[in-house]
């Protein structure tokens, strides 16, 4: 029996019929989508090739009366592989389809029949590549086992706390300077790395290649010490910092006052506008603490200039104002949900949330659902894949449900994220990442409700045996679904986190800054 993931719509097999091969030298139709394809086939099946029939075995036809756009039909029969489909995306589709019969069956195909579209149109992959950062090629990886899995929104995390990673001309402090941190949470040695504007061009355009959308993430006003560490200015008063070298929420932010700091990201914006030609711009606004706003004349006189009452409706008013300032130049943006942020009524609703925690809020989301607000679950529960499997197991993620609310249409999709403060190397982030990416994959594309820890249970031998045969680092089932004591003892591992959140140098940081804000008040 085929066992793909995520699991097809329909899939019938017709067991009475012997299997066969599909491999001829010029065997499929060449258009752009399947030269992965064929890359594929050399990778795994180079010696299978028969020579030149004159005729295709793998057919790929668009057909407009196909259901769904990234829709597809798979037939296999007659000695050849057919895929029908409405565009080139989901033909596409039907290729990785086709990828795992074959890897499963050894080459071979059995006489199949499958349709297949997806339940969300926005199915992520988040990668914090803030705190580590992930190479070129290591991207390319993630992003080739992303299409596997007909995942379609790589969510780029390019700017953090602990690091700067994507060149910007006018600011070339920000990838010298700010791409380098002189220790890590885990020791002594430095930690440095930064795309140019040509690899990150070169990264779009595999990704296209693969039907693959990137919304690179921008994270303001918080998590930026790395930018203020290379421009003082951009913080309230003018804070001479260091990159960070922990993880743990920072007090420090842009300065939602000055002049200076809106002409600097807009300045940023302009440059990532350029390299980024999906049109979705990700402007983070999560963790951004409010003790410098409270104390700064420039953030105070913002707020009565323009009526504010507290500092959450200053964040409001700055995500709305640099929103404003995408969409004059054609793009959208998306941020984080805070529900418990005061003044949510003051942020536009055309930004987009990804939502990552509703447990105190399902009606404010419900609230922002009409307000016509669009939304992405990335629930941290199930979905923050960073989380050590005894928090979050692959029984969680393949039992959720996936949507936001009780109806499909007013979710956009789903993302798992992959934040990295204590994921230091591919070898741990593919442990943490697989199987639960795939489970995740298959609530974004397969029919609500059809798919549970059960039958994916049905389909793990199989899975695996695929997984190793693309080199994955992936966790069996003892540690995706662990025991009560691993449970405790990887939560007990995983809270020593908490010790860098409210450490004793935010304690000194926020005195050293209240003594400067008297002085200036005097
Ligand atoms: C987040 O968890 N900082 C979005
Ligand atoms: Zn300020």
Known sequence: MLNIIPQPVRIFEDSSKEGFEIFAEDFVTDIPCAHDFILFKNNFFADRVKGSSGEESVVLTIDSSVQHNEGYVLSCRGGKAYITAK???????????????????????????????????????MLDTGRYFYGKEN???????????????????????????????????????GSYRSHT??????????????????????????????????????????????????SCFDRKLSVATHWGVKHDILCAGKESTYQFVYDVLDELMELFPDKIIHIGGDEAVKTRWKLCPHCQAEMKKHSLKTEDELQMHFMTKVNSY????GFSSVMWNYNKLGGADLLTPEIAWTVCGIDDGEDIIKNEICRGRRL???????????????????ESVCNADGALTENDSETQGIEGCMWTEYVPNMKRLEFLTFPRLSAIAEKAWSEKGKTSFKTFSLKLSDYYSL???????????????????????????????????QGLHNLIDNKKVEIKAKKLNK
Not at 214 to 228: Q, R, T
């Open 376 to 394: 992405i679950n990335t629930n941290a529960f199930p979905f923050y894949l960073d989380f050590p499997y005894g928090w979050n197991s692959l």
């Open 326 to 329: 995408l969409k004059e130049h």
């Open 185 to 234: 949470n885990f020791g002594i040695k430095s930690h440095c790395g930064y795309y140019t504007q040509d690899d990150i061009k070169e990264i779009v355009a595999y990704c296209h290649k693969r039907k693959i959308k990137v919304i690179p993430e921008f994270d303001i006003p918080g998590h930026c010490v790395s930018a203020i560490a290379c421009y003082p200015y951009l």
């Open 467 to 501: 997984l190793d045969k693309f080199g994955v680092n992936y966790a069996k089932e003892n540690k995706s679904c662990p025991s009560a004591v691993y449970k405790a003892l990887s939560s007990l591992w995983f809270n020593r986190r908490v010790l860098h959140w």
């Open 139 to 177: 991207v390319k990886r993630i992003i080739d086992l992303m299409a596997l899995h007909k995942l379609n929104v790589f969510h780029w995390h390019l700017t953090e706390d602990q690091g700067w990673r994507v060149e910007i001309k006018k600011y070339p402090l920000l990838t010298e300077k």
């Open 87 to 125: 565009t080139e995306t989901g033909l596409f589709w039907g290729l990785q389809t086709l990828k795992q019969m074959l890897l499963q069956c050894k080459g071979k195909v059995p006489y199949t029949e499958i349709t297949d579209y997806p339940r969300f149109s926005y199915r992520g992959f």
